[in-house]
C-alpha cells in the first residue's frame, strides 16, 4: 500500500524545502512537492529528517548483556532517531574476531532490534587469518586498538600487525577503523604525575591521555595508509592537534575518513567537576578552545562526521561514589540525546539542520558503504524518516535515555529539539515515548563480492 508523509520542513539533498514523501513496502518511491497528496501524515511545521545513522555503537550482547543489549540498545537509538546502526566487535564476549563469533552476535540480534543493524569485525593481534573470512561472511570493515582496549578478549595491535591486517583489508575493499591513542605517551604521561596525583580530580585524568598519544597515531597511520592504500577512519577523534596532520592527508589524496563524538562538541574538561566519573571516556574530553577547533573542521568538512560512541556499563562499574577516573570503566552512553545535543549546539554556531543530517546520516551512511539505502531522503532510498521538533526544549531525565542503565552526562542538561517520531522501513518504531513492541529490525549485509 503506498502512503505518504509529508511538512514545510523536509530536508533533502538540495537542502530543506515542503515536501510530501511518498512511499511503498519500506522504500521511497518519490519526493514530490508538498500538498501533492491528501491522504497521508501531515506534520506542518515539525522537521523530517533522514534516520540517522550511528557507525560506532557497543552493544555488548551476547556475553555483557547485563551491560547493554540489543533490546534496549536499538530502543534508546530510536528515540534519539537512529534508524541503523553499526556494531563494535568489543566488549561482547567472544569478540567479533571471526566467523563464529559473527554467528554469535547475529543470533542475539535476531528478533530483538527495533532499527536495522550491521556489523563490524575485530582486527586484533594474531586474527589476520580470520579476516577475509568476516568480510565473507558479511561485516562493513575492521575495527583495531592502537593501544590498550579495556577488555582482555580484545587484543591491541601494534605496527606488525597492522602490517599484516591492512593488505587483507585493502584487498577486500573495507575500511578499517581505528581507535587513534599510542602506549607510549600515555606510558610517559603516567610517569610524569606524582604518585600522590589526585585520581578523583579530572585534570589529572585529563594529563594522563595526552593530544600527543593520539596525533603520534595518527602519523602512524597517516603512514600506513600512504603504503598500502587501505581505507581508514580515525574514531572518536578528540585532539584538535591532529587537524593539520588530518587535513594535509587529505591534499594528498589518501583514503581517511574522521569522525568525532557528541562529548566532544559538547562538554569541555574546564567545567567537568571532580569525581564525576560519568564523564570519563579515551581519548579525554579535552579543552573548551579544543572544543571549537572540532566545530570548526567538521564546518569545513575536515571531519566527516559524529558517531556517538555509545559505550555503557553497569553503574557500579562507573565507581562514582569513589570519583576515581584512574580506575572507573571509560565510556559514555548517549544513544538517545545525541541528535538534540548537537543540535543545541550547532544552532548557537549559526550551523542548520541540513549540516547536522550530513554529519549524522549521510556521511556515516558513505563511510560505512551502506549509502545505497540509508543516509539520504530520495527516490530508492529506504523509508527512514526523524520527525524533529527543532524549537522543543528538553531537560535531560533518567526517563529520557531509554538504555539499560540510566547514567550518562547529560543527566540534568538542558537541550534544544525533540524526536516526535521515528520511522524504519515505513514503519513507525518510535512515537512520542512509545515503541513498537514487535522489533522488526534488520542487519544490513555486506553483499558485494570479495575478489580473490
Ligand atoms: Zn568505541
Not at 417 to 424: D, F, Q, S
Amino acid at each position: 500500500m503506498q502512503r505518504s508523509i509529508q511538512s514545510r520542513h523536509v530536508v533533502t539533498e538540495e537542502g530543506t524545502r515542503p515536501a510530501n514523501v511518498l512511499f511503498e513496502d519500506g522504500r521511497i518511491l518519490a519526493v514530490r512537492e508538498y500538498g501533492s497528496s491528501s491522504g497521508g501524515e501531515d506534520f506542518g511545521d515539525l522537521c523530517v529528517l533522514p534516520g540517522l545513522v550511528d557507525t560506532h555503537v557497543h552493544i555488548n550482547e551476547p556475553g555483557r548483556t547485563e551491560w547493554e543489549g540489543f533490546a534496549t540498545g536499538t530502543r534508546a537509538a530510536a528515540a534519539g532517531g537512529y534508524t541503523c546502526l553499526v556494531d563494535m566487535p568489543l566488549n561482547s564476549v567472544p569478540s567479533t574476531v571471526d566467523v563464529a563469533a559473527l554467528a554469535a552476535k547475529r543470533e542475539a540480534a535476531a528478533g530483538q532490534s527495533l532499527i536495522d543493524y550491521a556489523f563490524w569485525g575485530g582486527a586484533v593481534e594474531g586474527n589476520s587469518g580470520e579476516l577475509h573470512g568476516l568480510a565473507e561472511a558479511g561485516v562493513l570493515g575492521f575495527k583495531s586498538f592502537l593501544i590498550d582496549s579495556g577488555v582482555s578478549e580484545f587484543a591491541m595491535v601494534c605496527e606488525r600487525d597492522l602490517r599484516l591486517a591492512m593488505p587483507v583489508i585493502a584487498h577486500c575493499g573495507l575500511p578499517l577503523l581505528v581507535h587513534a591513542e599510542l602506549p607510549g605517551p600515555v606510558k610517559q604521561a603516567h610517569h610524569r604525575l606524582s604518585r600522590q596525583a589526585p585520581w578523583t580530580t579530572y585534570s589529572t585524568y585529563l594529563e594522563s591521555r595526552p593530544d600527543d598519544a593520539e596525533v603520534e597515531a595518527i602519523e602512524l597511520m597517516v603512514r600506513l595508509c600512504r603504503e598500502y592504500r587501505c581505507r581508514i577512519h580515525i574514531v572518536h577523534l578528540a585532539s584538535a592537534k591532529a587537524l593539520p596532520l588530518l587535513k594535509q592527508a587529505r591534499v594528498e589524496g589518501l583514503p581517511i575518513t574522521i569522525e568525532t563524538c557528541p562529548h566532544y562538541l559538547y562538554f569541555a574538561a574546564e567545567t567537568i567537576p571532580d569525581g564525576a566519573t560519568q564523564f570519563k571516556c579515551a581519548p579525554p574530553i579535552r579543552s573548551a578552545v579544543n572544543r571549537e577547533r572540532l566545530w570548526e573542521a567538521l564546518r569545513e568538512g575536515v571531519i566527516d562526521l559524529i558517531a556517538t560512541d555509545h559505550s555503557p556499563c553497569p553503574p557500579a562499574l562507573k565507581l562514582i561514589d569513589q570519583g576515581d577516573f584512574e580506575k572507573a570503566w571509560g565510556g559514555i552512553a548517549s544513544l538517545s540525546v545525541a541528535l538534540p545535543a548537537i543540535w543545541t549546539n550547532a544552532k548557537a554556531r549559526g550551523l542548520t539542520l541540513t549540516d547536522v543530517v550530513r554529519w549524522m546520516s549521510t556521511k556515516p551512511a558513505e563511510m560505512a558503504r551502506i549509502h545505497s539505502s540509508k543516509g539520504r531522503i530520495g527516490r530508492g532510498m529506504d523509508a527512514d524518516f526523524v520527525v524533529f521538533d527543532p524549537d522543543a526544549a528538553i531537560r535531560i531525565e533518567q526517563r529520557h535515555l531509554h538504555f539499560r542503565h540510566p547514567v550518562s552526562p547529560y543527566l540534568g542538561e538542558e537541550l534544544l529539539g525533540r524526536v516526535r517520531r521515528t520511522y524504519v522501513r515505513g514503519q513507525c518504531v518510535f512515537n512520542d515515548g512509545h515503541f513498537d513492541p514487535d522489533p522488526r529490525g534488520r542487519e544490513w549485509r555486506r553483499c558485494g563480492t570479495v575478489v580473490d
